[in-house]
């Protein structure tokens, strides 16, 4: 009996260690030095009676560098370096560089794709109340804003992804009730998306 019962806690303990927690998916979506995910977005807002639709990529690098690339409709570029914002369309030439305002809901996916993306759980942490949960073939973390006004709904983020995979789903709801959903491909990494993304970071700083 002390044998079997011994060898299932050994069992139970492996099951455990194996099981995703916000740490080990945290360090999943990371790079070691930059990172391309393709998404496709889609906003179902309350106003208009056509949901709009995007895609393109979004690259993140150590230590606290995004940028956003859509490529449809219209080509747009947005990076957060730090706490800079820049922000570029070359189809009306608009360009802004400001800072980064974290408590603002419209750059909510912004700043939970950038904590995301480099492994800022810290950030995560300071700006929202995190429940993370799994089950046999899945997990999802859920994010609620701190911050909000009194007379309305905190901003919410969900997670999600496959058992001992990066996201492959972002859903953002603002106190509004309008929402974004991202749907994710797998992180690539390497060599030449890093000069990829040096390459757009550094066009984009040139306008």
Known sequence: MKKSSALLLSFFSIGCLAEDSIETVMQR??????????????RYMGLFDEDWQGSGYLYAAVP?????????????MMAAEGRQLIYYKPANQTYHHTQLDESNPMMASLVAFKAMLTGNLVVLRQLYQLKFSTTKSSWKLEMIAKEHESDEAPLKIIMQGMSAQAANNMQV?????DRSIYVLSQPQQGRAIQQHMQELLQSLKSH
């Open 29 to 42: 979506m990371k790079p070691e030095t930059a990172v391309q995910i393709a998404y496709q977005e889609t």
């Open 64 to 76: 606290n560098t995004m940028l956003k690339q859509q490529l449809k409709p219209d080509r747009e």
């Open 173 to 177: 709801i603002l106190p509004d009730g």
